[in-house]
């Protein structure tokens, strides 16, 4: 029978992913590599700061000058200039003199320290009274002690975030190796799916998942291909699924709304040499008709047919499949899980793992997940979800105020 | 002095951006609406679904008829054709008659529920046995059940992610009316800053706050607008500044590193006519001299220099300014204030809002913060911290295991 599944756990699917491998790179200038995944370890050139800065408004001393000093006994000091912000100081300090200087200002020769403006007072226009005892490198950073020259400062594998652009435009880094984006190939498939342009006749529906899942990969930093709606023919999906394998990096297929038209992928699949199927059937709802295959190293990944079921599957499966291509190291992206409390009584059923559509609210400190009612086709319900609960494929369901893992929307 | 501050909290100054309103709006077709924030209601043309569509694959059939039916005692149903994906169904059932039907398929004229499959036994070629008994729309979603002609789908001030998408794809509905992406200018400041490309030499820094910020701003989906690195003087601010207010819709401004460059930026905007400061100095950590004022109705934000600093505030300040010139409604975004637990103590001066560079670990299924050490101006700590953590300005820090408000970096 066509419709026979050897239903896998999420889990024992998700660890089948690890066979793919990032895809190779490319070098960008580094101001143009936000949300790009770096394909080398960055080294710093130089030290940061390059030299010692002062980090208060204040004057740049020798700390033993202020050894004993206090409110009541301040310490004389001799200004002998002010450095200047932007320039290499020519200023070297001996034993009881004093350097003017703004934070971030280069800290001169001789000083170890800087007395904040706020503890000392002008006695006359060259001499002041300081009125604190400093330690060395009180309110100074070192040369260097932000980043050592030589040391590796981000690693292959690490998302670019804009603090890490400010890191390498700190070191003057340019340009960066970073792994090229995924191009992911979209199939609609469906006797009944009609392009969103068309008004569709009784039977017809418009093509929802085109539009979702190409706006999911746009949001992954990835580029979206669409390559058309298939109809539910052999022919038809092969030529569609051919052309993605030829020229794209992975392949998703979202299958109409029968439960068969997975089935139908598979035997497509199975023509291609160096198939093979790693899973097709998941102990989950929604989305039990999940395909998932190896097509000569490149991942294809076949959805169910609901939005809603195709939304939640792609957020699983497509994203990690995304991360991996792109070289995203697991280490350097923390695996957060946030967790909320059942607003009420969520019923489930054992064996399987349930994604649940909930609304947050905030009560007392508390975010409370509230489930959203009606039929599982429904779009509007997940334009009306926050999120989703996860309820554990071990679990008959959650009470309310029970703990629960949520993804968010 | 010019140094003098009335110093405000952040919620002071947080309730003050209230004043700035949405620009104006442009059309665009639907599907290059992802991240654009409504600036009309959407109201459906039709239902959705169209037809009354069959939720399981099974038989389409009259609910009454299998009242009283059982495993042991079956209903007989006269099978009278396959409803085709995709097709106006021109059956009509009567009594004691069922179609064949998909998942997604139109149920046909006179049936009012489907059995799923695993239910019924082929008897022969033309008749099943039906083995549950139903009660009428039972696996059936009705036309209109989603969504309703008329009805308003989504409100003016939503964000559009790819489930909006997904639902403006099922209506059909295209243009859209989104509010205009705010343009805005981004100047840096202070004697001290050179060019990324630049090689700095003694006594100078690589501007980072230039693209620090251009990256934030690009992560809000709004447009940045590199306007130059200005010295620390009169006119040079204000050429720049005065070109940012003419030409786009919201000025920042990172301070340079001293102390002193915010006051000399709040003299320049005195100069302009319309000018009313709303802020200078806030009693926050880091963040102190942040300057925000209105400028004709333009928010223009004056950051400190310090690249943390620098972000930290734009993150508070900048990026809900952002949300306000882009028409996005409180209401449409829920507020989520994710906890975590202090990992160890971590000290604090009541007085002032801290926010703290912490490392996020998960244990037991709880998320410790940690927080990451060092001198606030180094850049190599925020790329390896994880998150902030908030400490109130009535809280003398966390102790171990006392619960605070998390932001992800």
Known sequence: MKGFFRVQTPAQLLQKLNRFKPLSYEEVPFEESLHRVLAEDIISPANLPE????TVDGFALKAKDTYGVSEKNPALFQVIGEIPMGKISEITLMDGEAAKVATGGMVPNGADAVQMVEYTEW????????????????????????????????RKG??????????????????????????????????????????????????INRHTIVSMVKETGTIPVFLGIAKDRFNDLKEKIDLGLRELDMVVITGGSSVGTLDLVGEVLQSFPG????????SIRPGKPTLLADIDGKPFLGLPGH????????????????KILSGLSDEM???????????????????????????LEEKDGILWAYPVFGKSGAISHLVNADGLIR??????????????EVILL
């Open 158 to 207: 690490r998302l670019i975030r804009p603090q890490e652009i400010g890191l390498l435009a700190g070191i003057g880094r340019t340009p960066v190796r970073v792994s090229l984006r995924p191009r992911v190939g979209i199939i609609s498939s469906g006797d009944e799916i009609v392009p969103v342009e068309q008004k569709p006749l009784s039977g017809e529906v418009r093509d």
């Open 307 to 322: 939005p809603v079921s195709a939304m939640v599957i792609f957020h699983l499966f497509g994203k990690p499949l995304l």
């Open 275 to 282: 198939t093979e199927i790693l899973g097709h059937g998941l």
């Open 51 to 54: 030299f010692p800065r002062s």
């Open 333 to 359: 992206e923390p695996q957060i899980k946030w967790k909320v409390k059942a607003g009420r009584n969520i019923p489930s059923v054992a064996g399987r793992e349930d994604y649940v559509r909930v609304t």
């Open 391 to 404: 309820i554990g494929i071990d679990d008959e369901g959650l009470e309310e105020g029970e703990e629960a």
């Open 123 to 154: 006695v006359d226009s060259h001499t002041i009274h300081a009125f604190k005892t400093l330690s060395p490198l009180e309110n100074v950073i070192q040369a260097g002690e932000d980043i050592k020259a030589g040391e590796v400062v981000l």
